[in-house]
């Protein structure tokens, strides 16, 4: 790894009181290259833009993958990784459905543990605090025949990050929109699915809700995602979350949530969740709480369910009640190191550098 440290560091200019996620960027990113065949030697540098012209195949066809991760700070200023091998075994996930090229361990690995170790000034201290991490790969060839391209760049960059409390907010299921379709690319984290998404939760927005309840393509019967997020239902003391498919992302929170739950004694049923059920379950009490998770903001609870122009309230939890806070609660007291981890789940990144 080639490593050029920048000469003037950002973060004596950076308030850590007042930020907004996902704009601001620690001092350095890693880059790497693909070309001829082979990934190149990655590369350390000073954060920046990057010279490419309108004619980089990524932003015309939408070649172009990411993943979302995060690194936190204990009490004693450790840092920790949380299970990034699942992010590597994704981004590979993504890239093969993608056409691109998949990326050795030892770069994405090593890129990462390097910039978190050079930046680790910029990982937050204090409560719901991290280090949002965002790897991505995309094409970078200049050529418009609509093609796989044949150049490509990997790049990791971060963000520092603070999880606000949000009030629960309303969300549309959907019965006409749909994230994704049988045989499609839903189960990649494609830059492209967000895009696609913009629009009808635009839409949404202009009629009071937040987000969206993704629905099959098919039928709109059943439950698939919730904005940016996997979805988990509460009816009475069980949780139901839609199984993983082609057309749903494997969560890292998602799994996390579903083996802290099985942790605590929770009963966790992963099949298809059917919108006639959620809102049969709605009107009988039986419906506790609905919930989206995902690694940006951990939690999103619901306080309603609009369906074919009607609105459902949810019932309002305390948080000893709540089954989505008292998760939230286990996975990132073991992402910081304040709980134990009998999952294996927390990876320190070694002060090397
Ligand atoms: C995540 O929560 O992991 C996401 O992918 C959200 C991101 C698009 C900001």
Request: charged share 25%; glycine share 8%; net charge negative.
């Amino acid at each position: 790894m080639i490593i050029n440290k920048t000469t003037a560091s950002k973060l004596v200019n950076f308030d850590t009181e007042n930020f907004v996620f996902g704009t601001t960027f620690t001092d350095h990113m890693v880059i790497c290259e693909f070309e001829d065949g082979v990934w190149g030697e990655p590369r350390l540098m000073p954060y920046g833009p990057l010279p490419f012209t309108p004619a980089m195949m990524g932003i015309n066809y939408g070649q172009a993958c990411f993943e979302g991760m995060k690194a936190y700070k204990d009490e004693s200023g450790d840092v920790f990784l949380f299970r990034p091998n699942k992010n590597f075994e994704r981004i590979n996930k993504s890239a093969k459905r993608l056409a691109m090229p998949e990326l050795p361990e030892a770069i994405f690995m090593g890129g990462l543990r390097t910039l978190v170790d050079i930046d680790r000034d910029w990982v937050p201290h204090g409560e719901d605090t991290s280090l949002y991490i965002r790897p991505l790969i995309f094409a970078t060839e200049e050529a418009l025949k609509a093609r796989i391209s044949t150049k490509f760049m990997f790049a990791i960059i971060a963000s520092p990050a603070k999880s606000y409390y949000t009030e629960p907010v309303a969300v549309k299921i959907s019965d006409y929109y749909s994230r994704a379709a049988s045989g499609g690319v839903g189960s990649a984290k494609a830059a492209g699915n967000y895009a696609a998404s913009f629009y009808p939760t635009l839409l949404a927005k202009e009629e009071g809700y937040e987000q969206i309840i993704w629905t099959d393509d098919a039928t709109h019967e059943n439950f698939e995602e919730s904005g940016t997020m996997n979805v988990f239902v509460r009816i009475n003391d069980t949780i139901y979350t839609p199984k993983t498919s082609d057309k749903i992302l494997d969560g890292v929170t998602r799994d996390s949530f579903i083996q802290l739950a099985k942790h605590q004694g929770i009963e966790v049923v992963i099949s298809d969740v059917k919108v006639a059920d959620v809102l049969a379950a709605q009107k009988d009490g039986s419906l506790k709480e609905v919930w989206g998770v995902g690694t940006a903001v951990v939690t999103s609870i619901f306080s309603a369910l609009g369906y074919k122009g009607e609105k459902f309230e949810l019932p309002k939890l305390s948080d000893e009640d709540s089954f989505a806070v008292r998760l939230k609660k286990a996975l990132v007291d073991i992402q910081t190191n304040k709980a134990e981890d009998p999952f294996g789940w927390r990876t320190r990144v070694e002060k090397l550098n």
